[in-house]
């Protein structure tokens, strides 16, 4: 038998493992908001997929802002990895969205973030293209051709120009050593703009950042 000490020191350590275990028991469907993410994709092949020889950074692919995800929300904080009756979505599925993020990447979205929207991989994956298309990317972004060096707060209001329903508190521009890592707009369940919760919110901190023209 164990000492009541050794066994009260397990349990601390159970309790504190309890939130990450039952994570996958969040209800899918429960949530408040989506966050849609979109990556600058130079930025992500310099650091992660020239490394990796991945196609979509080859040169003249032309790619900028791609889709890194659609993310729900709450309130104050975000489930993930929910338990779902939803099957997974078929190779066919994931393929599909290969203009928006690579099939790898959209089977991990689904898995972590989609199986909490509530909805059906294929509803999943529309909600998703749905929401990327009502975004308007600023055309001095779109097809860069050169490199530039700017304030994040310079790429913020040129996405709120671009799009007049969105205010300032409901984009967030985030940075990744010197350069430019996302832009995360949020949206509500009906994908239209609204402002972003504080948790949400993760500003990049640089006085500038270096956005690569596009390859």
């Known amino acids: 038998m164990w000492p009541r000490t050794g066994t009260r020191r397990i349990l601390s350590v159970l309790l504190a493992l309890w939130p990450a275990a039952a994570s996958a028991d969040r209800m899918a ?15 992500w092949c310099r650091t992660t ?3 990796q020889d991945a196609r979509e950074c080859a040169k003249d692919s032309g790619r900028d802002f ?25 190779r066919h599925e994931v393929q599909a969205m290969e203009d928006l ?30 929401a990327f298309r009502q975004v308007a990317i600023p055309v001095p972004f779109d097809d860069l051709d050169r490199n530039l060096t700017l304030p994040p707060l310079v790429v913020e209001d040129a996405f709120i120009d671009a799009n007049p329903a969105l205010s300032p508190d ?11 890592q996302e832009v995360r707009i949020c949206l509500t369940r009906d994908l239209e703009p ?13 006085a500038r950042v270096l956005m690569e023209q596009v390859r």
Do not use: N
């Open 29 to 43: 469907g429960d949530f408040d908001y989506y966050v849609l993410s979109l990556s600058w994709q130079p930025s």
């Open 194 to 206: 609204r402002d972003c919760m504080p948790d949400a919110r993760r500003d990049c901190s640089r």
């Open 66 to 90: 791609t889709v890194h995800g659609l993310w729900p929300q709450y309130e104050d904080g975000w489930p993930d990895y929910c338990a779902t009756a939803e099957r997974d979505p078929s």
């Open 170 to 180: 409901g984009i967030t521009v985030t940075c990744k050593a010197e350069g430019l």
């Open 101 to 130: 993020m690579t099939p790898g990447l959209a089977l991990h979205q689904w898995k972590k973030h989609g199986t909490c929207s509530g909805l059906s991989a294929a509803d999943y994956f529309a909600a998703t293209r749905r």
């Open 49 to 51: 997929g020239d490394a």
